[in-house]
């Protein structure tokens, strides 16, 4: 039901909805190979779902219960201009940050483990808007990762773009070890989803 | 040993790069910034650049053309989240004459230094 919410707000038919979720698809498959290469274990992503994209519903969607987030994010520019959001609750992110240093790591400079997040999301980023890049012919560069810390819905509200109806929403797993679980969500502006539906229109005619 | 100078706006990316070139390359230095890359180019003069390209206060393509405006035999690479083909061709227009995307595995970095050293 919150899907069918969202693709309301958007003005999105069916087809559209399945095009973009598709998109989501390929972009979430491109960044989970990228965090497998970073962490040499398999990574698992659901298939993506669309949400609202108020605040509100990201608290929700981000805060199972009262342990807060760690969220890094991203703006893309250009013609598909977006916020990109990684996610994790601060037990997954400590863990995330875990394996990506090896574990414990003695004489390491401080802030180090933050400064692996943010990378992470840098890199999952990239995979994921080099993948849209590749589909829909378009340039995307995008800003250096911000840190955020998401608690509430005023937190929420940090890593939200503005001018977005929509959200689109993939949990991500890393196997073995100790379980590290998170969400990849990509805002687009209601300037990117016209030109999306634009680019879909196309496609479907053949173009 | 050939001497690398290390630019990433990241700590946990100059961190991770360094311990991939440990035994194979000698850091000389580490640079945050674009600025920071072509003050700290001037000064060690390493044989090879290797260079981010999402920075802040100066990207890493803008600092690639004022260094090879400067040394034009500067050797220079890129390690970056972006390996979109437009971005790509914008590093190597401005003077990078490699280009590794991130997640990068220590055997493809080395590989890349190592073409351009030789």
């Known amino acids: ?207 | 040993m050939p001497t690398v100078l290390i630019c990433d706006d990241s700590l946990f990316a100059r961190h991770m790069t360094r311990r991939m070139l440990n035994g194979a390359f000698e850091v000389v230095g580490e640079a945050e910034d674009g600025e920071d890359a072509v003050a700290r180019y001037r000064e060690l003069h390493p044989d090879v650049l290797l260079i981010d390209l999402v920075m802040p206060r100066l990207s890493g393509t803008e600092a690639i053309q004022r260094i090879m405006a400067e040394f034009p035999d500067a050797r220079i690479v890129v390690c970056s989240a972006m390996g979109q083909d437009q971005l790509v061709a914008e590093a190597r227009a401005a003077g990078a004459r490699g280009f590794v995307v991130k997640p990068a595995k220590p055997d493809e970095l080395s590989a890349a230094l190592g073409a351009v050293l030789a």
């Open chain 1, 1 to 207: 039901m919150p899907e069918r919410l969202a693709s309301q707000i958007a003005g999105l038919s069916l087809l559209e909805l399945d095009a973009l979720r598709e998109l989501a698809n390929v972009g979430a498959g491109h960044a989970a190979t990228a965090l497998s290469r970073m962490t040499a274990r398999r990574v698992a992503v659901t298939v993506p779902t669309v949400a609202v994209a108020s605040a509100a519903a990201v608290a929700e969607l981000l805060l199972a219960g009262p342990e807060p987030a760690v969220a890094v994010a991203l703006t893309a520019q250009g013609s598909f201009a977006a916020r990109f959001v990684v996610a994790l609750t601060d037990r997954h992110a400590r863990g995330l940050a875990d394996l990506l240093l090896g574990g414990g790591d003695a004489g390491a400079p401080p802030h180090l483990a933050e400064s692996a997040l943010q990378e992470t999301g840098n890199v999952l980023a990239g995979a994921f808007l080099a993948a849209m890049s590749s589909i829909t012919g378009w340039c995307i560069p995008f800003s250096p990762p911000l840190l955020v810390r998401v608690a509430d819905s005023a937190g929420a509200a940090l890593v939200t773009e503005p001018g977005c109806a929509l959200c689109l929403e993939t949990s991500f797993s890393v196997d073995g070890g100790p379980p590290v679980r998170g969400h990849l969500l990509l805002f687009p502006r209601h300037d990117t989803v016209t030109g999306l539906r634009a680019r879909i229109a196309e496609w479907r005619l053949g173009n």
